[in-house]
């Protein structure tokens, strides 16, 4: 057929690449075309010995030219509903030449539902072009699950396989409906003729189809479906962006297939291939060798098939792909226009299209990226060794010594003897000394006269390559080492090892007994000094006797040092308990325990007392409404951490809970907010930190015993001393008295308390007014506020001073080791706990921690804790 490209001028080109074995499809633009084409196509296979017959056209016209006896047996009528036409197989597709469309005629009716019939008909749907891929990759899914289950082939599956097969068979006789023209509208008049592909993928499986987008003469854009192709995942898992990729792979291949079909009719300038998935993209816009292998060899593929300038992004919503990637069912593909038309910006201009693509540089990408490996150079160094570096490394004296002798043998290529001497102790001593003379006194040993002051005033000598002492005690009796100890110097580890091993072995002695034993050998630079601080290092030593870190004494609370209504801050606290007579029926008498409830202002100091029967919470509430009543509502409530107090908290807030629910009126609401009580507790075990209130309770007991002595009182005369002396302290002054006769009277609580009106309401500032202008009213308020003048000029300033706790000792961290104080308990059975929370005050010192034991977490003042001195 290549002999005659001039003879059959139209004929010769079309039978090279029209061909498939015996069968002959080709398409021409014009009727004469047709005719030329048919005629010389007659010939050229005549001269060869060959009769070419079966001919079928969609032209009638070219079908009344060609002899009966060469046409194919169906008969085609032009004239009938094209609905009734007969089809005619191309290759083993439907095709109607009256329309011109392609069709399928699937009947699965009756086939029951086991393995190997499903798989039969499974595959007699014919699509090779991939047309109704969809509809196929459903029929896939289904055989792959068969797969997965595992049955015989005769074997019926599963009920759920078993549903979806009985669905398939009821709609896919759907598919006849499906008419698909065969024309893609590509023609002479065609100004060009672009090829635009699309990939994604699911879990599932992954796809690409093509669309063949033709530009009349007009400038309008026709889409067709072009080809499409899917494949099933493997059941190994596969993450999504691989098999992204692995979908850009089949469009790539898939788009190669297309293009050599199309010989030189499309230019491979207008082939533009789209895909959803910005990992992809940013695989296949840079270098495969970047990658691991599985995407380097894709991408690779890909970049060898199509040009990474041909590669966009695609919204996934507009990607019709993701049809061949999911499935779809007969009755969904009949009219999904994304399917057959693809996203509806084909159809507008070529300068409208997302063209774009900026690389995302996603973070996903990343998980391909390939590691290279990396060359390793080892450079050993050989550094000279030191026997010091192995102080450090050593918290025994002996232990090192033991060591050193080791290394030592080791050095002098010794045996090794499993018993260490007294005379191999004593070398790797000498060894170790003058090491560290060597690293401290150099300058003794080029001039044994040179060296500080302090050094000569000791006269040393070298002996034996040592430095020792030479002192004045020459003539004496003494042994050699006592008379000329080893000079050594402080603050080394050796030294430090040293003064540990003395301390050990001298049962923790003493500094002053420690130091003499440890100078009948070495004589160390400010000796006592060094001793002094391991000794108080010394964690066994200090179990016997712990000493807590007092932090600084901190500024007094805004309550102590602002002017306040009397009692607004109140702290209370108890003191007995003391014995009361009681008188029962028929003058029978008999004893019971009474306790003093006492209240004090911590702004003016007055106190308030109540006797208490008993020490439960019902009892203090009683003598609290009893306080409330005759001093006027208090805001704020401070105390010690008694179970009395805590239990009265909790009561009183369920009570306030309780009045403030919805069942009272607005107003009680409004009265209960401005009289509710504020509670704040000391932490356990911290007395100190209500100094106010225990102050108090001395001169309490005092008057009480000078009073009462050993009488014992009914419970109203135990109440009438009590409020007695209570108008005895509220009378005591706040500062110190003038001898001055001119003076006015000393301030006392008092003052506060009988210049104080049933409620407390706001009053002008008539300080400096003038006496003779002022009503009677205005008379008192001016008292009051020279009250409170004095109690800012006199009393507050004798608060300034810290009498102790000067200075901020040990600030506990989180993690430290402490001791815990309990004063029940001897010293040695003091438990040790770990500090897991502190509280820094707004000066920033902590004065309260939380400390977890073996029996438990404790919440304690610091003065309660003994910080070991190791930490």
């Known amino acids: 057929m290549y002999f005659w490209p001039f003879q059959f001028e139209i004929g010769s080109p079309g039978s090279c690449s029209n061909f498939y074995m015996d069968d002959f499809v080709c398409s021409v633009d014009s009727f004469e075309q ?7 196509m007659v010939n050229l296979c005549k001269s060869g010995g060959f009769d070419l017959v079966k001919w079928s056209t969609n032209s009638k016209d070219l079908l009344e030219k060609i002899p009966v006896r060469d046409r194919l047996p169906c008969k085609v009528n032009f004239d009938s509903d094209l609905s009734e036409s007969p089809s005619i197989k191309i290759l083993g597709i439907q095709w109607h030449p009256e329309s011109d469309n392609f069709s399928f005629s699937v009947n699965w009716s009756n086939r029951p539902c086991t393995k190997r019939l499903i798989l039969s008909a499974v595959s007699s749907v014919f699509d090779p072009l991939g047309l109704i891929q969809p509809v196929i990759l459903m029929c896939k899914l289904l055989i792959s699950d068969l797969w997965k289950a595992g049955i015989d082939w005769d074997q019926k599956p599963p009920t759920s396989i078993c549903d979806r097969w009985h669905y398939l068979q009821s709609e896919i ?37 093509i669309y063949c987008v033709c530009t009349n003469a007009l400038g309008e854009n026709q889409t067709h479906l072009l080809c499409s192709k899917s494949k099933v995942a493997p059941m190994k898992t596969v993450s999504i962006p691989r098999l992204e990729l692995c979908a850009a792979l089949l469009l790539s291949n898939l788009m190669c297939a297309v293009l050599n079909s199309y ?60 049809c061949a990637s999911r499935g779809m069912f007969p009755d969904e593909i009949i009219d999904h226009d994304l399917w057959w038309k ?31 490996p990396e060359t390793t150079c080892a450079l050993t160094q050989v550094q000279s060794f030191e026997l010091l570096d192995l102080s450090g490394k050593f918290s025994s004296w002996m232990k090192l010594l033991r060591s050193i ?23 790797a001593e000498s060894r170790l000394v003058m090491e560290v003379q060597l690293k401290h006194f150099p300058e003794l040993f080029k001039n044994i006269t040179s060296g500080s002051h302090q050094l000569r005033k000791l006269d040393p000598f070298v002996s034996d390559g040592i430095i020792r002492v030479g002192g004045r005690l020459t003539n004496s009796n003494l042994e050699f080492e006592q008379r000329h100890p080893i000079l050594l110097p402080k603050n080394d580890p050796i030294v430090t090892l040293i003064i540990q091993h003395y301390h050990r072995t001298n049962l923790h002695t003493g500094t002053h007994l420690l130091l003499t034993l440890i100078r009948q050998k070495y004589w160390i630079i400010s000796a006592r000094s060094q001793v002094k601080k391991h000794v108080n290092k010394c964690n066994h030593c200090f179990r016997i006797s712990p000493k807590p870190s007092f932090p600084k004494m901190g500024d007094l609370p805004e309550c102590r040092v602002n002017e306040s209504k009397p009692f607004l801050h109140t702290g209370v606290d108890y003191c007995g308990p003391f014995s009361v007579t009681m008188i029962s029926g028929r003058g029978i008498k008999s004893s019971k325990k009474a306790y003093v409830c006492l209240f004090i202002c911590l702004t003016t100091k007055a106190v308030h007392i109540e006797l208490a029967s008993d020490l439960s919470t019902e009892t203090f509430l009683n003598a609290f409404k009893r306080f409330i009543s005759r001093r006027g509502s208090c805001r704020f409530m401070y105390s010690d951490c008694g179970t009395n107090f805590i239990g009265a908290k909790h009561a009183l807030d369920e009570l306030y809970n309780f009045l403030q629910s919805s069942h009272f009126e607005k107003s009680i609401q409004n009265e209960l907010n401005l009289t509710r009580v504020v509670w704040k507790t000391n932490p356990p075990l911290a007395p100190h930190m209500g100094g106010i209130w225990e102050s108090q309770m001395r001169p309490i007991k005092s008057h009480l015993m000078k009073v009462v002595g050993t009488q014992i009182l009914t419970f109203e005369e135990l109440s009438t001393v009590l409020i007695q002396i209570e108008a005895l302290l509220n009378s005591r002054p706040l500062c110190k008295l003038s001898s001055d006769v001119s003076e006015v009277s000393a301030l006392t609580p008092a003052h506060f308390l009988l210049a104080e009106p049933v409620r407390w309401l706001p009053a002008k500032d008539v300080s400096m007014s003038n006496v003779n202008r002022l009503s009677r009213y205005e008379l008192l308020d001016q008292l009051v506020q020279s009250y409170w ?14 009498d102790k706790w000067t200075t901020n000792k040990g600030d506990l961290n989180v993690g430290d080791t402490v001791i815990l104080i309990q004063d029940n308990l001897p010293v040695l059975q003091w438990p040790l706990g770990i500090v897991q929370d502190v509280f820094p005050g707004r000066d920033g010192i902590t004065r309260v921690a939380v400390v977890k034991t073996k029996s438990g977490i404790f919440k304690r003042p610091v003065v309660k804790l003994c910080k070991l001195p190791t930490q």
């Open 34 to 40: 047709a005719v030329e084409l048919q005629s010389q």
């Open 173 to 209: 006789g759907q598919l006849s409906q499906i008419q698909i023209p065969r024309y893609l509208g590509k023609s002479a008049s065609t100004s060009s003729t672009i090829l635009v592909g699309f990939a994604d993928s699911s879990e599932q499986a992954y796809g690409a189809v």
């Open 263 to 322: 010989n030189t009719q499309v230019a491979n300038e207008q082939v533009y291939c789209f895909s959803d998935s910005k990992v992809t993209l940013d695989w296949i816009h840079s270098s495969p060798h970047r990658w691991t292998q599985f995407v380097a060899n894709r991408v690779a593929k890909i970049q060898q098939n199509i040009d990474t300038k041909h590669w966009f992004h695609v919204a996934g919503k507009e990607n019709p792909a993701d």
């Open 342 to 372: 693809g996203p509806s910006w084909l159809l507008l201009p070529l300068d409208k299209w997302p063209l774009e693509y900026h690389s995302m540089n996603d973070v996903n990408s990343l998980v391909e990226l390939k590691k290279n």
């Open 405 to 427: 002798v080791y290394v030592l043998r080791l050095v002098k290529v010794l045996p090794i003897k499993p018993v260490i001497e007294l005379t191999d102790l004593d070398s």
């Open 789 to 802: 003048a004095r109690w800012s000029r006199e009393y507050l300033t004798t608060l300034q001073v810290r």
